[in-house]
């Protein structure tokens, strides 16, 4: 997956629902690639949260940055 590459959608896997459940993932679909949906990443639900709205329009790198900084955000308070 490219950094400069544009999503044009995303899709947030389940919220866990017991331990050991898999944590959500975010997948997405890029510009470049319409008919190819690529994992972004994954997050800890508990801490930090998304809506699919919130990655379309925005590189690869806006959104993994968007990630760090609610990681960050959620680490200092």
Not at 22 to 32: A, F, I, N, R, Y
Not at 38 to 44: M, P, V
Request: charged share 25%.
């Amino acid at each position: 997956m490219y950094d400069h590459q544009v999503i044009k959608s995303a899709r947030i896997t389940a919220m866990p629902k017991k331990f050991g459940d898999p944590m959500p993932q975010v997948m997405v679909t890029l510009d470049e690639y319409p008919n190819h949906e690529a994992l972004l990443f994954e997050y800890y639900p508990d801490e930090i949260s998304f809506t699919e709205k919130e990655f379309e329009g925005l590189t690869v790198a806006q959104a993994r940055n968007m990630k760090f900084c609610k990681d960050y955000a959620y680490l200092r308070s």
